[in-house]
C-alpha cells in the first residue's frame, strides 16, 4: 500500500497543477535552454556525441538498450549526421537541423519510448504520414526499418 501511494505521490508532482506546464515539462524547457547556451559554445560532433551517450546511460535499462543500439544503428550507417541532444532527448542532426530524436518513455512516465521525425525530415507520403513510432524492443526487424526510415529522411 505504502507504495502505490508513494507512486501516486511521484505522479502528482509530475502532473500539471493546474493551467500551464507539468514539473517535468519546465525542467525539459529549461534543459533546451542549456542545450542551447552549450551549442553556442561548442559545435563539435564528439562534444553532441559525448552528450547523448551520458543521457543514454541515464536511461531505465530498457530505454538504455533501444537508445544504445539506436545510436550505434546511426553511427554506423550515417555518419553525414550530427549529435546533439533537443530537450534533454538524443537526436541527430543534418547540417545543424534535427532530423531524429529519441524519446524514452521514462522521461515522462509514458507506455513506449518513440523515434520521432522533425519537418526537416524527408519522410512525406503523400497527405498523411507519421511523424513518430512507438519502440517498445528492439531487434533486426526494428532496426532495419529505422534504417530505412533515416535513410529517406536524409535524402
Known amino acids: 500500500m505504502a507504495r502505490k501511494q508513494e507512486k501516486q505521490e511521484q505522479t502528482q508532482i509530475k502532473k500539471k497543477d493546474g493551467p500551464g506546464f507539468s514539473e517535468t515539462e519546465r525542467a525539459a524547457m529549461k534543459e533546451r535552454a542549456e542545450e542551447i547556451k552549450r551549442e553556442k559554445s ?89 511523424t513518430s513510432y512507438a519502440l517498445t524492443e528492439w531487434n533486426d526487424k526494428v532496426a532495419a526499418e529505422i534504417k530505412r526510415l533515416i535513410k529517406k529522411a536524409v535524402a
Do not use: C
Open 42 to 130: 561548442s559545435r563539435s560532433k564528439t562534444d553532441g556525441e559525448q552528450t547523448i551517450l551520458e543521457k543514454i546511460e541515464e536511461m531505465a535499462a530498457d530505454d538504455k538498450k533501444i537508445a544504445s543500439s539506436l545510436h550505434q544503428l546511426i553511427k554506423q550507417n550515417f555518419p553525414e549526421l550530427g549529435y546533439r541532444t533537443w530537450y534533454g532527448f538524443p537526436a541527430y542532426t543534418k547540417d545543424g537541423k534535427v532530423i531524429t530524436f529519441f524519446h524514452p518513455s521514462g522521461r515522462f512516465d509514458e507506455r513506449y519510448s518513440t523515434l520521432g521525425f522533425s519537418v526537416d525530415a524527408k519522410l512525406d507520403d503523400g497527405v498523411f504520414w507519421p
